[in-house]
Structures are given as structure tokens and as C-alpha cells.
């Protein structure tokens, strides 16, 4: 027992462990720490080199990377499928833009501008609607939940459509929360650069900070009961883990990180958003990054959500080169249809012929050097 | 009152109709296919361009083979390779299908409404003293008679045997010498051709655009409520479904005007939550047992 617990690193045998504290660790091989901490440096120093508009796709992109991991906590990790996810971004993105809203404004508002409020906030109010929806998880199991939680994004697009006062009504739309820090405004030029320099900078942060928390829930006794779960979820309530309340617990975390996502989402593009935009092909989106990037992994969900988010951009370009692709939405071959075919058929495609999604050709292509000259 | 009553009837038999074919799909292969409100689209628009060559009634079922043999492909291209992987991932892969042949079938459309060319129209028929449009009778009777041939098919013929065979335990069937593989087939082609009828119904009088495919998914409720593995389930749950949201229509606007104008189009997801919440099964779905 004690000299297993003893911490030895040798040098050039990253995968030798001999204590269970180092085959736990956040990052389990020095490899990944160093590269973690590259990747952290070179997208803090895209910030000085990219032009603006794309800062801010990338900023939608980062935001979505935190919805993302979220559903991957609740599908990929737990195993509970959520057609909802759509929804609980609603929650959010209205929780905090009615917080931060203007209280004379034409809608619901209460002035409350500061970010380390209503973000916090956004993602509580989700979690609580998580947890009101999750006894009916607890009840159903597999595709009857999926049905439901799609039932749930139809319930709230109507409501949503009929709250005019919160939502400035379908079709209007209102503005999104405003980001403040103790009276610095994120959203206009400072002493960080441009808006979309110090957008990108604060969504940057935030998803580091999600995803290390999320990194770290999967490899604490509740991840590896959420594993468990998914697996079998009655011989995991044979060894011990409590079924409702790790189900519960999913749901509710899930939704928080759904709920802030949708704060930052439409406060990091544009600043305006619609009732409608809310829908089951907003789901789906989420449903494909998780796929496309790799089921149960935090890493794969940001590589999903870069993928699918900068996806409309590169086919906004194909009319350029395929000229009988038109950018024109009336006309029949359109851009938005090719958008709309190709999440389809990546979903189709990843789930046919590479079920673990980016994260799995990522461990293709390292497998591969990993053993070369060998081929196993 | 009764109008109201007679299309919630109609409305519902192609609630019925929709979600024969889910249940379908979900006895022989235990997956819920999304696909079905594209294979709904395709059917429709099939119907509105071939009902210009050949008039409604060849069209309907030219378009229903037509269907058919589209869900036949498909099903042989994407599903069948799945055959033993968890049901969640075919479900996912049936939902990418759905969103790429929707799209195809919605560019057909364009931005207009298009017509399927069907006889009845909005023009009212009385019956018994009261005025009701002729297209709910039609409906309520094509998807009488439809559900009728369906259970004498599975009941007496050799397919509808292996098909029940199949659903109550794909391994022994197998042993049986029943053909799995053909029995799948079956089930997505006939899923196929039913929404395909289902949507011509749809497109009548109003015509079909961008938008109705979301009324196939209101089929969803109607399987859930009546149960996900009973047919006779679905055809309850779709016309309960149809008749609810048609009463919403009506009254709701009187009785609870709180709830905001447009309410009936959730209606069935309202009835689906309180159902759920009572019976987790549906009303007619048989409970799983779980051996450990």
C-alpha cells in the first residue's frame, strides 16, 4: 500500500504510473499538460492577430464549446439523451438579458449589468428548470426521454413566442445581456482593444474555467457514477450509486452549463436575439458537436463546437466557387439548404464510420505515431 | 361542437397514420426513426407534382410506392450497417436522414404554398344537419380503411407473422428462419409509404410549404400516449391527440385566454408531459422488464 502511493515521474515513460493519485490527474502525462498549456497561450494570442469579425466567430464558437460540454455531461457522460438542450439556452440567454435589461426599457428588465451576477444567475435559473425536468428522467429511460425533452423545446418556443414582455415578441426580438465588470463595459472598445478582442478574452476564460470543472467532474466519484449510469443503470444502482440523484445532478449541471452558454451566446454575436431562434434545429446543432467531436470527452466537445459553429462561414463562401450553389435563400440550390444537408450527413457519416468523432481520429492519428513503424 | 369533434377526428387519423408508422418502425427495430416527417414532406410533394400528369388518386399512390422505395434505400444505406449498435446512435443517424431529405423535399417546395390537387378542398359537406368539410371524412375514412388492411396483414399473411415475430425477439426469429433484415426493410418501407399518405392528407386544402413537416412530429405524443410498442395504441393516441388539439382550438381562446393565442399547436406535448407523468409507459405500451 505505501510504496504504491509514492509519486515517481521517469523520465521518457509518460505512461508509467505508480501511484492511483497519478493515473487520476487532470493531466495524467506531461505531454498533455504542456500541450494544454500551448493551446491556452495560442488562443490568448489569436486575440492580437485575428481581424474582428473573425474574433467574433470565434467567440460564438468558444460559447458554444461551453453549451457543448454541457449536453456532453448530460448525453455523453451520463447517458441520458436530451433533445431539450435548445430550451435550457433559452433559459439562460432570457434570465440574463432580463437581468442586465434596461428596467425602462420596451422590455422585462432589472439593471443588474454586472457579469458576476447575471452569469451565475443565467446558469442557476437553467439548473433549476434542469432539475424540475429531471424527475421525468428519472422515470423514463432512453428514447421516451428523448421524445420528451423535444416535447419541452416546443413548449418553451411557445412560450417564449407568447411573452412578449420578456422576449420583445416574435419576429422583434430584444437586445442580450450587457457585459460589465464593476463599471468597465466589455462590449465597447477598452483597455484590453477592440469589443471583439475583450469578448473573445472573457469567453476564453470562462471556457477554460468550464471545461477544467467539467474535466474535473468526470474524474471525481460523480463522473465515474454518471459512467456507470450509462452504462447499466441498474447494475449501477446495485453498487451503490443513487439513481435519482445522480440523474438529477446530471440534468441540473448540464442545464448550468447550457444556461450560461446561452447568456454569453447572443451577448458574443450580435447582441440581439429573436424568440424563434430558440428551435429544435438549434438541438440538433448541439446534438452534432457532441457527436462530430466525440462522445464523453470535454476536449472533442470544443473541437465539435469549433467545427460546427465555423461550418456557415466556409459554406457561406461555396457560391464563390460552386456557381450553381446561390447565396440568394429564394433561389433553390442555396447556401443555407448545403448548411442544413451537411450537418445532417456529418452526423450520418461520423456515427457510420467513426463513432468517437474528432476525438477518435485525433487517437487514430496518435496511435499511429505512437507505435510507427509498427502498424498496432 | 361537432365540427370541432369531426376535425379532431380528421386531423387525427393522420396523427394515426404518422405514428402507425413510428410504431412500426419501433416494434421491429426497438428505434424510434425521426426520419418520418421528411418521408411525410417527400410524400407530399410527390403527390403535388406527379397530381398534375396523373390526377390525386393515382398520384397518392404512385407517391406512396415512390416513398416507400426511398425509406426502402435509406434504410438499407444507413441503418441496416447499425444493426446491434445502441439504439440512441440509430435514432441520432435516423435524425440527420430526416434533416437531409427534409431539406431536399422543402427545395422542391420553394417559397410558395404548393397544392397536392386534391378533390375536396375547404368545400363542406352535410351530414345529419351539420356542415363539416369533406377532406375530414376523407381523411377519417382512407385511414380507417388503411389501419384495417395493416392488422389484417399482420394478422393473417406470412410477412405480417415474421414482422410479429421479430418484434417479440429478434434472435429466436432469427433461429425461426424468419429473415431480420427483410423484416426492417418492410417495416421502413411501409412507415415510408403511410407518411407519404399521411402528408398528401396534410397538403389537402391548405397545401403543404416550408413549414408542415412539424406537424408530423405531433405524432410523437400520440405514440408516447398510447404506448411506443402497441398499434392499436397509436391509432387511439393520434386521434385522441388530433381531437384534444382541435378542442384547444376552439375553446381554449374562452376558457383559459391566459395561455397565449397559438397554444393548440403544443397541445399534444402538453397531454404527452401529463401522461408521461401518470403512466411512464403510455396508456397501452407494455412496461420493460430488466433482468440483471
Known sequence: MTHTDRKVRIWGRPLLYTSYAQDMAL??????????????????????VLVDH????????????????GLNLVTGYAGQVSLGHAFFLAIGAYTAAALSGDPAGRTLGFGVTNLLIWLPAAGLVAALAGVLVAPLATRLRGLYLAIVTLGLVFLGEHVFKEWDDLTGGPGVGRPAAAPELFGWRLDRPGPLGSREQQLYLLVLVVLVVFAVGARNLARSRIGRGFAAIRDRDIAAEVMGVPLTRYKVLAFGVS?????????LLYTVSGGYFEAGSFSLLLSVQY?????????????????????????????????????????????????FQVETVLYGLLIIVFLVFEPRGLFGLWLRVRTYWKSWPFSY | MIETLVRGLGNGSVYALLALGFVIIYKATRVISFAQPA?????????????????????????????????????????????????FVIAIISLGIDVVVRVV????IGTDVRQVGDPWG???????????????????????????????????????????????????????????????ALSWGLAGGLAAIAGTFVGTGQGVDQLTWIIALKA???????????LGGAVLGGLAIGVVESLAQSYQGEVAPWLGQNFAVVTPYAVMLVVLLVRPYGLFGTPEVERV
Open chain 1, 255 to 263: 442545464s448550468f452549463y447550457a444556461g450560461c452558454a446561452g447568456a
Open chain 1, 287 to 335: 446534438i452534432a458537436m457532441v457527436l462530430i467531436g466525440g462522445v464523453a470527452t470535454v476536449s472533442g466537445s470544443i473541437a465539435g463546437a469549433l467545427f460546427i459553429t465555423l461550418l456557415s462561414p466556409v459554406t457561406r463562401e461555396l457560391p464563390a466557387l460552386l456557381p450553381f450553389i446561390s447565396g440568394d435563400s429564394t433561389q433553390t440550390p442555396n447556401v
Open chain 1, 27 to 48: 493531466f495524467d502525462t506531461r505531454a498533455k499538460k504542456l500541450w494544454c498549456g500551448g493551446l491556452v497561450l495560442f488562443a490568448l494570442a489569436l486575440s492580437q
Open chain 2, 39 to 87: 418521408f411525410m414532406i417527400a410524400g407530399a410533394v410527390a403527390v403535388s407534382y406527379l397530381a398534375e400528369l396523373t390526377g390525386f388518386y393515382l398520384a397518392v399512390l404512385c407517391a406512396a410506392l415512390l416513398v416507400a422505395g426511398i425509406a426502402l434505400v435509406i434504410e438499407r444505406i444507413a441503418i441496416r450497417p447499425m444493426v446491434g449498435r445502441p439504439v
Open chain 1, 54 to 69: 473573425t474574433l467574433e466567430l470565434l467567440a460564438t464558437a468558444l460559447v458554444a464549446a461551453i453549451g457543448a460540454i
Open chain 2, 220 to 230: 410523437l405524443p400520440a405514440i408516447i400516449v398510447g404506448g411506443l410498442d402497441s
Open chain 2, 105 to 108: 423535399a422543402n427545395g422542391f
Open chain 2, 122 to 184: 375547404f368545400s363542406l359537406v352535410t351530414v345529419a344537419g351539420v356542415a363539416v368539410q369533406q377532406r375530414w371524412i376523407a381523411m377519417f375514412l382512407t385511414a380507417a380503411v388503411l389501419v384495417g388492411l395493416l392488422f389484417l396483414f399482420f394478422r393473417h399473411t406470412r410477412y405480417g407473422l415474421a414482422m410479429r415475430a421479430a418484434a417479440y425477439d429478434q434472435e429466436t426469429a432469427l433461429a425461426q428462419g424468419v429473415s431480420v433484415g427483410m423484416v426492417f
